[in-house]
C-alpha cells in the first residue's frame, strides 16, 4: 500500500510560482504520477503526469509552458513546478500514483492518491 502526502500549497498573488511535492512511502516508487487539482464544484482535472523513469511527461493546455513536473526516485518524491500562477489555478491539488507505466489524464485510472493541497492565486 502506498501512501502519498503533498505538500507546498499556500497563498500566492497572481504572476507567482509555487512547488508542490508529493512524497510516496510504503512501497516501491515505482509507479506513474500524476497531478491533478480540483476547484469547489468542479471535477478533478489532470495537470500533468510523469513516467516512472522520468522520460515520458504530459501536461493539461491550461498549464503547458507555466508547469514542469519531475521526479526524484532516490527520495521518492515528484514535484509540480508552478510560474505564472493566475487565480483559475486556485484548487486543491492532488497527486495520484498509477501501476501502469503509462501517463493517463483521467482520475480513475490512478490507483492511490494523496490528501491534497491547498493553493491560492489572488488576483
Known amino acids: 500500500q502506498v501512501r502519498l502526502v503533498e505538500s507546498g500549497g499556500g497563498l500566492v498573488q497572481a504572476g507567482g510560482s509555487l512547488r508542490l511535492s508529493c512524497a510516496a512511502s510504503?512501497?516501491?516508487?515505482?509507479?506513474?504520477m500524476g497531478w491533478f487539482r480540483q476547484a469547489p464544484g468542479k471535477e478533478r482535472e489532470f495537470v500533468a503526469g510523469i513516467s516512472w523513469s522520468g522520460g515520458n511527461t504530459h501536461y493539461a493546455e491550461s498549464v503547458k509552458g507555466r508547469s514542469a513536473i519531475f521526479r526524484d526516485n532516490a527520495k521518492n518524491t515528484v514535484y509540480l513546478q508552478m510560474n505564472s500562477l493566475i487565480p483559475e489555478d486556485t484548487a486543491v491539488y492532488y497527486c495520484?500514483?498509477?501501476?501502469?507505466?503509462?501517463?493517463?489524464?483521467?482520475?480513475?485510472?490512478?490507483?492511490?492518491w494523496g490528501q491534497g493541497t491547498q493553493v491560492t492565486v489572488s488576483s
Open positions: 510504503g512501497g516501491t516508487f515505482s509507479y506513474t
Open positions: 495520484g500514483a498509477r501501476i501502469y507505466n503509462i501517463v493517463a489524464v483521467t482520475p480513475n485510472a490512478y490507483d492511490y
